[in-house]
């Protein structure tokens, strides 16, 4: 009896053992950054059964909203904060916010893969967006009309591309807004005649047009060798945001990203390291 006694209670030990606790660690923002943050995810989630990271999209706005809410413990944007921002975030939290810069991007032009364009400058893609040039005729193309597909206006690259390529000018009232890059893919890689924007990561089904800083110069591709030499003239920096210092799991999952098994999933993604 004592023996069946005995068994029974190591019975109930083992079933009621407390099961391994686990830190939820919630991403949000970016779509430009979504694949790359799913895959950062994915990885350190494997390694670290203690800890689950949610990561949603809806772009820099919607994820700087979020964190600024406290309804998200890190922000993906692919635009800085604005100043204005940060003066939210340290009304309700008594901090400016911690940015950390994981990544680098090749802002591109992206023309459906039948289209013969190979480079445009910089005035050309401004002239194009903010509607000056409307037809591919006037850029050596066939006689069509240039289809536009750019980003709503809550997201990083929308902002980053108005501000740096279209120098704030207004886009043209003709460009068709998109939910997220892959989308602005998608819709070029149906369209012959269209043209998107968006990261370099996101190329598949469509062509990267090769770009110069102005007529005289020489274009180029956004690849690693020509973010990291300066000659691609698009170039901007990936971030995560937080709310203060980081700290615990989440402290330790950043500093992951930013070690070499996170760095080389931005290689595979299609970004460029920082390091």
């Known amino acids: 009896m004592k023996s069946i006694l005995a068994l029974l209670v190591f019975g109930c030990v083992l079933v009621n053992a407390p099961l391994l606790s686990q830190e939820k660690i919630t991403v949000k923002g970016s779509d430009t950054m979504v694949i790359l943050a799913q895959r950062w995810a994915e990885k350190y989630m494997a390694a670290h059964p203690d800890v689950t990271i949610q990561v949603t999209g809806g772009g820099s706005g919607t994820g700087i909203s979020a964190l600024i809410n406290g309804t998200t413990d890190l922000c993906n ?15 309700r939290f008594g901090s400016r916010g911690v940015e950390i810069a994981t990544a680098q991007d090749g802002l591109s032009a992206y023309v459906n893969q039948g289209n013969p364009l190979t480079e445009l400058s910089l005035q050309q893609v401004k002239d194009i967006y903010t509607g000056k040039i409307s037809s591919w005729k ?28 279209l120098m704030g000018e ?33 190329g598949a089904g469509i062509r990267e047009v090769k770009i110069k800083k102005d007529a005289g110069s020489v274009a180029y591709a956004p690849t690693v060798e020509n973010i990291k030499s300066g000659n691609y003239p698009v ?22 990203i930013l070690g070499d098994e996170g760095q080389s999933v931005v290689s595979q993604v299609g970004y460029f390291p920082i390091r």
Do not use: C, H
């Not at 944007?77 to 340290?90: A, C, I």
């Not at 006037?138 to 390529?165: C, H, K, Q, W």
């Not at 920096?237 to 989440?250: A, C, D, E, W």
């Open 138 to 165: 006037a850029l050596g193309g066939p006689d069509a009309p240039i289809i536009l597909y750019g980003r709503e206006n809550n997201s990083g690259t929308y902002v980053y591309f108005r501000d740096n390529v």
């Open 77 to 91: 944007s692919s635009r800085p904060m604005k100043p204005s921002e940060r003066d939210k975030l340290k009304q």
């Open 235 to 256: 170039t901007r920096f990936l971030y995560i945001y937080v709310k203060n210092k980081p700290s615990g799991k989440i402290k330790e999952y950043i500093d992951w």
């Open 170 to 202: 207004d886009y043209s009232a003709s460009m068709q807004s998109m939910p997220g890059t892959a989308a602005v893919v998608n819709a070029v890689s149906k369209d012959k005649n269209g043209i998107g924007y968006g990261g370099a990561a996101y």
